[in-house]
């Protein structure tokens, strides 16, 4: 690959990795609010406990991507910068 080929390239990554970032970003906003207005209960279903249970891992992987997706557009910067 040529050198502005390459550039380019890294470019359209940090393009695809802030797209996802902010996809996660906004998923992430959601279930910050919802996950509070759902009550855990004894007598609830289960289904509908596995599904609380579900929402709370999910916050998570968007948090770990979020994470991810940074560092990932920190990294083509930097590489980017390097060219």
Request: proline share 2%.
């Amino acid at each position: 690959m040529k050198k502005n080929t390459l550039k380019e390239g890294y470019q359209l990554m940090i393009k695809w990795n802030e797209y996802r970032l902010s996809q996660n970003r906004q998923s992430l906003d959601k279930l910050v609010k919802l996950i509070p207005k759902l009550k855990e209960e004894a007598q609830a279903d289960p289904v509908y406990q596995a599904d609380i249970d579900d929402l709370l891992s999910l916050k998570m992987i968007y948090e770990t991507g979020i994470r991810g997706f940074e560092s990932k557009i920190e990294k083509y910067t930097e590489l980017i910068d390097e060219i």
